[in-house]
């Protein structure tokens, strides 16, 4: 009742606060922070070819959307700079209370940029309408184990929980479910169009927003009100992001000056280009990235939808594809060794991981096999070459996807046995239309929300999985569920070895390559080595420009 009444009286200030941000904002749209580029005066520039597709953290679930959000929402927990594992962040404690309740206390004196005070009620709000508003590019089928959100007073709230003893639940809260937003801005029950959140200045994070023209340009303002676990806030006061349609133009940006840093996506031959410039350093992090294939149930080839429906005959074209792709020649023809090949639905390096596809598929030493497909499919009763309609994003991915894509198909079609029609759209129209069953197969890319192997899986294979692909297995969900409440750790990893075995036999999903995190900057751009090895996600919050 308390954290109700608190947001009571603050009401009466919101219309105000949102008409003098839309004045800022309106000043600030010729885009004159952008004139400093990076040349001093605490500005650094980040040029990235990613797009975003909403900055409301319940209308989207991909890397670019969530560069921006990382930078301007809190989030209860974060990852610490320089290391794998979460820690309270707008939280000033949070731990499990009984065992199926997890306490989070926030710390005292948070507000928004716009000077709303952030309370339990804005927590419960933010969790609340996740799981109303369910869009189908959001996040939140993260909360598959939240029953219910309980704001007991403003600073205290409790998250009861499905299953107990949820081992994953604290690293849930800083994934992109996690962003704490002003219920005051966001609507309850629809998406937020992103020009009402800046105008709304509803940030908590390192950073505000102070321009922004979505996928052109943001420019970022520190928050010297944050309260969180990156200890004093940003190291820089501005910090500007600019939006490249081609790589090529990005290559030349970073080569030429005008822009600090290049976060994704440069190709490989750039990237091997550029390793000889003086002036700049080519920074590699841990390599969470991986790039897999989507299998729609309905609507691929014997999809349950599709003509001659057959559930047999679709597993067969599956693994028939997984018999053919050559990971190897991928890799290094496409990438030049920056990405390596993958034979796991959980990447190499990560607790749990095993090579189940190595061992099931191909000559089972990681090299493809024609026989085995054409035996697979003969198996199956399956005699006519198969069309195969496969899709791709031409601009979200960077620019070697048109080149990896041509090299799958030919891949397919030098065994005849596969027909491929290679299609490709703009990652905007792309991200809708693949949760609308109008692709039967498709390329998408993942970077985990947390570094645990629950962030390859949970996503992907629970019956209400973020791919909307129609694919469930009762014994999958039984398995996912159970390894997320099991804190033993050798049980556990036995379980994750486990799950991985299904995903191999099912093949709702086909991984086939794993990369490192790469940014290109000026020799005198600092923290971008913490960044990558801190997290997933790309933290301006940590660069700072080298002094003398």
Same mark, same amino acid.
């Given at each position: !009742?308390?954290?109700?009444?608190?947001h009571?009286?603050?009401?009466?200030?919101?219309?105000?606060?949102?008409?003098?941000?839309?004045?800022?904002?309106?000043?600030?749209?010729?885009?004159?922070?952008?004139?400093?580029?990076?040349?001093?005066?605490?500005?650094?520039?980040?040029?990235?070819?990613?797009?975003?597709?909403?900055?409301?953290?319940?209308?989207?679930?991909?890397?670019?959307?969530?560069?921006? !959000?990382?930078?301007?929402?809190?989030?209860?927990?974060?990852?610490?700079?320089?290391?794998?594992?979460?820690?309270?962040?707008?939280?000033?404690?949070?731990?499990?209370?009984?065992?199926?309740?997890?306490?989070?206390?926030?710390?005292?004196?948070?507000?928004?940029?716009?000077?709303?005070?952030?309370?339990?009620?804005?927590?419960?709000?933010?969790?609340?309408?996740?799981?109303?508003i369910?869009?189908?590019?959001?996040?939140?089928?993260?909360l598959?184990?939240?029953?219910?959100?309980?704001?007991?007073?403003?600073l205290?709230?409790?998250?009861?929980?499905?299953?107990?003893?949820?081992?994953?639940?604290?690293?849930?809260?800083?994934?992109?479910?996690?962003?704490?937003?002003?219920?005051?801005?966001?609507?309850?029950?629809?998406?937020?169009?992103?020009?009402?959140?800046?105008?709304?200045?509803?940030?908590?994070?390192?950073?505000?927003?102070?321009?922004? *023209?979505?996928?052109?340009l943001?420019?970022?303002?520190?928050?010297?009100?944050?309260?969180?676990?990156?200890?004093?806030?940003?190291?820089t006061?501005?910090?500007?992001?600019?939006?490249?349609?081609?790589?090529?133009?990005?290559?030349?940006?970073?080569?030429?000056?005008?822009?600090?840093?290049?976060?994704?996506?440069?190709?490989?031959?750039?990237?091997?280009?550029?390793?000889?410039?003086?002036?700049?350093?080519?920074?590699?992090?841990?390599?969470?990235?991986?790039?897999?294939?989507?299998?729609?149930?309905?609507? !691929?080839?014997?999809?349950a939808?599709?003509?001659?429906?057959?559930?047999?005959?679709?597993?067969?074209?599956?693994?028939?594809i997984?018999?053919?792709?050559?990971?190897?020649?991928?890799?290094?023809?496409?990438?030049?060794?920056?990405?390596?090949?993958?034979?796991?639905?959980?990447?190499?390096?990560?607790?749990?991981?095993? *090579?189940?596809?190595?061992?099931?598929?191909?000559?089972?030493?990681?090299?493809?096999?024609?026989?085995?497909?054409?035996?697979?499919?003969?198996?199956?009763?399956?005699?006519?070459?198969v069309?195969?309609?496969?899709?791709?994003?031409?601009?979200?991915?960077?620019?070697?996807?048109?080149?990896?894509?041509?090299?799958?198909?030919?891949?397919?079609?030098?065994?005849?046995?596969?027909?491929?029609?290679l299609?490709?759209?703009?990652?905007?129209?792309?991200?809708?239309?693949?949760?609308?069953?109008?692709?039967?197969?498709?390329?998408?890319?993942w970077?985990?929300?947390?570094?645990?192997?629950?962030?390859?899986?949970?996503?992907?294979?629970?019956? *209400?999985?973020?791919?909307?692909?129609?694919?469930?297995?009762?014994?999958?969900?039984?398995? %996912?569920?159970?390894?997320?409440?099991?804190?033993?750790?050798?049980?556990?990893?036995?379980?994750?070895?486990? %799950?991985?075995?299904?995903?191999?036999?099912?093949l709702?999903?086909?991984?086939?390559?794993?990369?490192?995190?790469?940014?290109?900057?000026?020799?005198?751009?600092?923290?971008?080595?913490?960044?990558?090895?801190?997290?997933?996600?790309?933290?301006?919050?940590?660069? *700072?420009?080298?002094?003398?």
């Open positions: !009742m308390a954290a109700q009444t608190a009571a009286r603050r009401r009466m200030l919101t219309l105000s606060a949102l008409s003098v941000s839309a004045l800022v904002l309106a000043g600030c749209a010729g885009g004159g922070a952008a004139g400093g580029g990076g040349d001093g005066g605490g500005v650094i520039t980040v040029g990235t070819t990613d797009k975003v597709v909403s900055i409301d953290p319940a209308g989207s679930y991909d890397n670019g959307s969530f560069a921006v !959000m990382t930078q301007v929402y809190g989030s209860l927990m974060r990852s610490e700079p320089g290391g794998p594992e979460v820690s309270p962040d707008l939280a000033e404690s949070a731990e499990f209370t009984s065992p199926n309740v997890y306490t989070v206390k926030l710390r005292e004196g948070l507000k928004f940029t716009n000077g709303n005070e952030l309370t339990s009620s804005d927590v419960k709000f933010s969790f609340d309408r996740q799981v109303k369910n869009d189908p590019n959001g996040p939140a089928s993260l598959y184990n939240l029953d219910e959100v309980v704001a007991v007073d403003d205290t709230v409790e998250f009861h929980l499905k299953q107990e003893n949820d081992v994953i639940f604290p690293q849930i809260l800083s994934s992109p479910v996690g962003p704490i937003v002003d219920e005051d801005v966001f609507s309850p029950d629809a998406i937020t169009p992103d020009e009402e959140i800046v105008a709304g200045d509803a940030f908590a994070g390192p950073y505000r927003i102070d321009t922004y *023209e979505k996928n052109s943001v420019s970022y303002k520190k928050n010297p009100d944050y309260q969180g676990v990156i200890e004093g806030g940003a190291k006061e501005n910090i500007i992001t600019k939006y490249y349609a081609d790589a090529s133009n990005l290559k030349l940006e970073i080569q030429n000056g005008s822009i600090d840093v290049a976060w994704r996506s440069l190709s490989a031959t750039d990237i091997s280009d550029l390793r000889g410039v003086d002036t700049l350093k080519v920074h590699e992090g841990p390599g969470g990235e991986i790039r897999y294939l989507v299998f729609n149930f309905n609507t !691929m080839p014997y999809g939808k599709a003509d001659g429906a057959d559930a047999d005959k679709a597993l067969a074209v599956r693994q028939a997984a018999h053919l792709i050559d990971r190897d020649e991928l890799a290094e023809q496409v990438y030049q060794g920056t990405y390596t090949p993958l034979y796991s639905h959980v990447p190499a390096g990560l607790t749990g991981a095993t *090579e189940e596809l190595k061992s099931m598929y191909g000559d089972g030493q990681g090299k493809s096999s024609l026989d085995k497909a054409k035996q697979v499919l003969a198996d199956a009763g399956i005699t006519e070459t069309t195969l309609d496969l899709q791709y994003s031409n601009d979200h991915y960077g620019p070697s996807s048109a080149d990896e894509y041509a090299l799958i198909k030919n891949q397919l079609e030098a065994s005849g046995l596969f027909k491929v029609n299609q490709t759209t703009e990652w905007g129209q792309y991200s809708k239309d693949r949760t609308e069953d109008l692709y039967p197969v498709y390329q998408l890319g970077f985990p929300d947390y570094s645990d192997a629950d962030s390859y899986l949970t996503p992907f294979f629970l019956t *209400e999985n973020f791919l909307g692909n129609h694919y469930a297995n009762p014994k999958m969900d039984e398995l %996912i569920l159970k390894q997320a409440v099991t804190a033993d750790e050798g049980e556990r990893e036995k379980l994750l070895g486990d %799950i991985q075995k299904i995903a191999a036999e099912d709702s999903t086909l991984p086939y390559l794993q990369g490192s995190q790469i940014a290109v900057a000026k020799t005198d751009i600092e923290g971008i080595d913490k960044t990558l090895d801190s997290s997933y996600t790309f933290r301006f919050a940590l660069l *700072e420009r080298k002094q003398g």
